[in-house]
Nanobody, 127 residues
Framework: QVRLIESGGGLVQAGDSLTLSCVVS????????MAWFRQMAGKEREFVAV????????DYADSVKGRFTIARDNAKETLYLMMNNLKPDDTATYYC????????????????????WGQGTQVTVGS
């Protein structure tokens, strides 16, 4: 059984930095495309960032480009999201997701593409 467990969320102030982690177990982490999504209160879950198997290809939502960095350590089976210059609009529950078999690169921005999800970690950014 594949399990994804996020950690690292918390309450910070605008302009602060935070790093989220997602540990994956029960499956071949190195063969999954991995992504971060977030869900704000009352809204749909939205794409944040994605990274390829070996970590050489990444993509970001426009709203986080230049502030967030996605990374992975296949030896540790861990996905990261480094978030800098946080804004109140970044307040959300952040989820990591794993995709066993990519259809298209574009499809990786859709939550429907992913096979496994974590339980989420809350990030709250005060103004």
């Amino acid at each position: 059984q594949v399990r994804l467990i996020e950690s690292g969320g918390g309450l910070v102030q605008a302009g602060d930095s935070l790093t989220l982690s997602c540990v994956v177990s029960g499956g071949p982490f190195g063969l999954y495309f991995m992504a971060w999504f977030r869900q704000m209160a009352g809204k749909e879950r939205e794409f944040v960032a994605v990274i390829s198997w070996e970590g050489q290809s990444t993509d970001y939502a426009d709203s986080v480009k230049g502030r967030f960095t996605i990374a992975r350590d296949n030896a540790k089976e861990t996905l990261y999201l480094m978030m800098n210059n946080l804004k109140p609009d970044d307040t959300a529950t952040y989820y990591c997701a794993a995709d066993r078999s990519i259809t298209t690169w574009r499809a990786l921005q859709s939550k429907d593409e992913y096979d496994f999800w974590g339980q989420g970690t809350q990030v709250t950014v005060g103004s």
